[in-house]
């Protein structure tokens, strides 16, 4: 599976992105998915995750409220819709993948079995 993150940009503080993450292969509806992040200088950190069917979902508290995740299995991709986004939300976002775990199980960025390379996201104040 490869996993190619896009969406990422400059957006003013209380702005709206939605990112994709389009993956290959045809075992996508088995991969529960998730998002990271990278701020400079700071760890890769939880995001969001979803579950391979789309029926769980689980947020860190950061974003919780803010962020919504879809997934589209005919299409292989998932989506994280961020509004009123803060320039705390300034990082690299990573997508990434693990074959069929809890939504609780993605909050560590270890024992992912695929990463994506990430989008920018920018938020000015």
């Known amino acids: 599976v490869q996993l190619q993150a896009s969406g990422g940009g400059l957006v003013q503080a209380g702005g709206s992105l939605r990112l994709s993450c389009v993956a290959s292969?045809?075992?996508?509806?088995?991969?529960?998915m998730g998002w990271f992040r990278q701020a400079p200088g700071k760890e890769r950190e939880f995001v969001v995750s979803?579950?391979?069917?789309?029926?769980?979902?689980y947020y860190a508290d950061s974003v919780k409220g803010r962020f919504t995740i879809s997934r589209d299995n005919a299409k292989n991709t998932v989506y994280p819709q961020m509004n009123s986004l803060k320039p705390e939300d300034t990082a690299v976002y990573y997508c990434?993948?693990?074959?069929?775990?809890?939504?609780?199980?993605?909050?560590?960025?270890?024992?992912?079995?695929?990463w994506g390379k990430g989008t920018q996201v920018t938020v000015s104040s």
């Open positions: 990434a993948a693990r074959y069929l775990v809890d939504t609780l199980l993605m909050v560590t960025a270890d024992g992912m079995d695929y």
């Open positions: 292969g045809r075992t996508f509806s088995t991969y529960t």
């Open positions: 979803i579950s391979w069917t789309g029926g769980s979902t």
